[in-house]
């Protein structure tokens, strides 16, 4: 299947089998289990400057240690462990996500209508 092909559905449908498949081996119960996924964020996000920094070169030491491509597969990562873990929130991280997307999108763009 090709990229053009796939539609929000399969987004959505793909971040429900990953936050079940999270969920069916949960080291952690409760509201505790539900509180170390969101650090997982932090991790994923500092994947993304060490890729940056890699891409770069900007570690004399360790010169040029990643690609371009590097970059945007942890930026994917990211993103996907932020959809997880709003799943993991609410049920409801379709309808939640799209209100909101929809509010940033008004307030950024809105006022340049016009």
């Given amino acids: 299947m090709s990229e053009q092909s796939h539609s ?59 690609t371009w491509d590097d970059v945007r597969s942890e930026l994917c990562d990211v993103v996907i462990t932020a959809l997880v873990a709003l799943r993991t929130l609410t049920p409801d991280a379709r309808a939640v996500f799209a209100t909101h997307l929809a509010r940033v999108t008004e307030r950024s763009l809105g006022a340049r209508r016009g």
Avoid: C, Y
Avoid at 35 to 63: S, Y
């Fill in 8 to 66: 929000p559905d399969d987004l959505w449908h793909s971040i429900t089998l990953l936050h079940a498949w999270l969920e069916a081996d949960r080291p952690h119960g409760g509201q505790e289990g539900v509180l170390l996924r969101m650090p997982k964020l932090q991790e994923e996000v500092g994947e993304v400057a060490q890729a940056v920094i890699g891409a770069t070169g900007q570690n004399p030491r360790k010169g040029t240690t990643h």
